[in-house]
């Protein structure tokens, strides 16, 4: 199967920028998504990149580089209400979404 | 805007007991997704379908079977519970097709417990 690889956990401070990565591996690739997760909720979207480069939306960027299987997410201004857990999930050969464990962000005032 | 809806939103199941799980979306969308969220584990897909009348196994499909007799419901069941089946499971759709709408729209999810 394919793997997802995205660090577990993470501590930022408020104000503060934050570098989420996420690899993937290259073959079957048809895009890379963000979701954003708090707890005892559902995912929503954050971010698609197919590709190369970087998207930006609000204070929220998407990074993806097809040729190393790498995608990262940037937080900036970090609010409180940011603590949560950010899915990065690849799409495959058959567009179904592959998941990562997803990685836990805790903001500290 | 519903968007999707599940039901119940909790269930304590006996073992060995069968349950259904529902999922309802109003956006017309083709395509409709379970995936269970356990602990340290990524969402794992549990059975889908591309369109109403399909339906077909994804990464973890066994003890589970769906139906999709029309675009906007997708029951998932089970047929006879083991509390290894005790998950938080999502309900999802997607417009479909080609990966610019494939987008997917959680529902708020169903935790079941298996005793």
């Known amino acids: 199967g394919q793997n997802i690889d995205q660090p577990t956990e993470m501590t930022a401070t408020e104000g503060a920028i934050v570098q989420i990565n996420c690899t993937y591996q290259?073959?079957?690739?048809?895009?890379l998504f963000w979701y954003q997760q708090h707890a005892g909720e559902a995912p929503t979207f954050l971010s698609y990149?197919?590709l190369d480069g970087l998207e930006e939306k609000g204070r929220f960027s998407s990074f993806l580089s097809r040729s190393k299987g790498y995608s990262y997410l940037l937080l900036k201004e970090l609010q409180m209400k940011d603590s949560a857990s950010y899915l990065c999930?690849?799409?495959?050969?058959?567009?179904?979404?592959?998941w990562g464990a997803g990685t836990k962000l805790i903001i500290k005032p | 805007t519903a968007g999707i809806t599940q039901a119940p939103t909790s269930q304590i199941l006996a073992a060995g007991r069968s349950m259904t799980l529902r999922c309802t979306q109003d956006?017309?969308?083709?395509?409709m997704y379970w995936y269970r969220q356990d602990l340290g584990l990524g969402l794992r897909l549990i059975h889908y379908?591309?369109?109403?009348?399909?339906?077909g196994k994804g990464e973890v499909p066994d003890g589970y079977s769906v139906s999709r007799a029309n675009t906007d419901d997708f029951p998932l069941t089970l047929a006879s519970a083991v509390p290894s089946q005790t998950s938080v499971y999502f309900c999802a759709s997607s417009a479909g097709g080609d990966r610019q709408t494939n987008e997917q729209f959680f529902g708020p999810g169903t935790r079941l417990t298996v005793l």
């Open positions: 990149n197919v």
């Open positions: 956006m017309r969308h083709n395509a």
């Open positions: 999930a690849q799409l495959d050969s058959n567009y179904q979404l592959i």
């Open positions: 290259t073959s079957g690739f048809n895009g």
């Open positions: 379908s591309n369109t109403a009348g399909t339906t």
